[in-house]
């Protein structure tokens, strides 16, 4: 369950971003796209707060 919010989560961040810059907002945009790419790196790396490791305690 927490893989998948996570999931969404990563994708609504690059849809927002990718909607901005359609939009005409390219400063919302990039900053959405590098909170995404951050999101996505630190998912693969497997980052305690990524896999919800600091929720569960």
Known sequence: MLR?????LVIAVLAGAMTSFVLGHPAVGAV???V???MISLAAR??????FGGLMR
């Open 4 to 8: 998948w919010l996570r999931d969404v």
């Open 46 to 51: 497997g980052h305690k707060y990524m896999t």
């Open 32 to 34: 959405l796209a590098v």
């Open 36 to 38: 995404g790419g951050v």
